[in-house]
């Protein structure tokens, strides 16, 4: 299983950028998906998560202004990231979980300029 994001780029305050995380393999809905991001110097935290009945759960820095979803169909995960802000700049990893199994995909940039 592998997993491969992308979306990342430059974008200015209060702009908006969609990225998304495409799974490989069948086994796509048996997976909690979620997104991390780390910023430089700090370490990794849970932006948002969603999990295979459709649940999700957002950290309270990003309640409001990004959405998480999935399609089962395509074995995507997408985090869609509007009313950006300069502390929103970092490199977003996505997350497959499923008991002990926990994978990441290769992280994408997201840069919000003020």
């Known amino acids: 299983v592998q997993l491969q994001a992308s979306g990342g780029g430059l974008v200015q305050a209060g702009g908006s950028l969609r990225l998304s995380c495409v799974v490989s393999?069948?086994?796509?809905?048996?997976?909690?998906m979620a997104w991390y991001r780390q910023a430089p110097g700090k370490q990794r935290e849970l932006v948002a998560r969603?999990?295979?009945?459709?649940?999700?759960d957002y950290a309270d820095s990003v309640k409001g202004r990004f959405t998480i979803s999935r399609d089962n169909a395509k074995k995507t995960v997408y985090l869609q990231m509007n009313s950006l802000e300069p502390e929103d700049t970092a490199v977003y990893y996505c997350?497959?979980?499923?008991?002990?199994?926990?994978?990441w995909g290769q992280g994408t940039l997201v840069t919000v300029s003020s």
């Open positions: 997350n497959a979980a499923r008991g002990y199994v926990n994978l």
């Open positions: 393999g069948n086994t796509f809905t048996s997976y909690f």
């Open positions: 969603i999990t295979s009945g459709g649940g999700t």
